[in-house]
């Protein structure tokens, strides 16, 4: 699934080509996704784009009249192609752009949207609902420690909550914890403050470095086959059940949390 970084990176790979360009028309070949995709999105056509935004995993194509929002879901790809490129497989929505440019999403699993915001419009409730971005001021350690102290459920669980912070996934969840050196299963309420305000900074700069890295390793999205490439990173825990943990050599454990593989290292995570 892609995470916050992947859909950063997804953000800058598109931008260049959409932004101050005409959408000339919208295509779409199926409109279940995860939700139905709405007639309003036709809105858009022969307007500008005027920005290319992200909020947690949802990409805003902004115009004057409204935002085309995007979600990846679980398998979802976005590649700029031409418009006359031959349509495979799950490619559900086309944006054409007036200078025969296109964005093109493919989404094999159908649990990603293309939705709609007016300009007139409140915002949308799943959007409204959102936690602050990580990598802003709202967000720190401080703000973990205050929200985390009713609460029972393990810590991994808590952080991953898009009402206490957005975008730390799976994967971040299972980094930033040890590299915080706090054992995943712990109730969120008994972590101290301290641990988490080391947490609120190394949650911050996992992100940072994940989305520096795609930048410089991502994979045109206009290339041949249409894949962006998502980028491989070094991953300290997350799937090395069974492997040598990096700094003690002990074996890494994995569990379940929250329906989530959760890996974790006994000696070096408390």
């Given at each position: 699934?892609?995470?916050l ?31 139905l ?7 858009a ?28 879901g679980?398998s ?17 929505v ?16 159908r ?20 936690g ?12 973990l ?12 669980n ?5 009402k ?43 992100l ?5 890295q795609?930048?410089?390793t ?5 290339q ?5 490439g998502?980028?491989?990173q ?26 989530r ?10």
């Amino acid at each position: 699934m892609p995470e916050l970084p992947e859909v950063e990176v997804s953000r800058l790979g598109i931008s260049p080509h959409l932004i101050g360009q005409h959408i000339e028309q919208i295509i779409v070949r199926h409109k279940q996704l995860r939700w139905l995709v709405p007639d309003d999105v036709h809105l858009a056509e022969g307007h500008k784009v005027n920005h290319v935004r992200r909020r947690a995993k949802y990409l805003f194509i902004d115009t004057d009249v409204g935002s085309i929002i995007l979600h990846l879901g679980m398998s979802g790809k976005l590649r700029i192609v031409n418009s006359e490129t031959p349509v495979i497989k799950h490619d559900h929505v086309d944006i054409v752009l007036t200078n025969g440019v296109c964005l093109r999403f493919n989404d094999a699993r159908r649990f990603g949207a293309c939705l709609w915001q007016s300009v007139n419009d409140p915002e949308i409730g799943m959007i409204a609902a959102l936690g602050p971005e990580p990598l802003t001021s709202d967000f720190d350690g401080q703000r973990l420690y205050d929200l985390s102290r009713t609460k029972s459920v393990p810590v991994k669980n808590f952080i991953m909550d898009n009402k206490v912070v957005v975008g730390v996934g799976n994967i971040y969840a299972n980094e930033s914890l040890f590299i915080a050196g706090i054992d995943p299963r712990k109730a969120a309420k008994k972590v101290s403050k301290k641990s988490y305000l080391e947490l609120g900074d190394i949650i911050k700069q996992v992100l940072a470095k994940a989305i520096e890295q795609g930048g410089t390793t991502l994979k045109d999205f206009t290339q041949a086959d249409g894949n962006p490439g998502y980028f491989a990173q070094h991953l300290r825990v997350y799937g090395r059940k069974g492997q040598a943990c990096e700094v003690c050599d002990s074996e890494i454990q994995s569990v379940t949390l929250g329906q989530r593989n959760t890996f974790f290292c006994e000696q070096c995570q408390k």
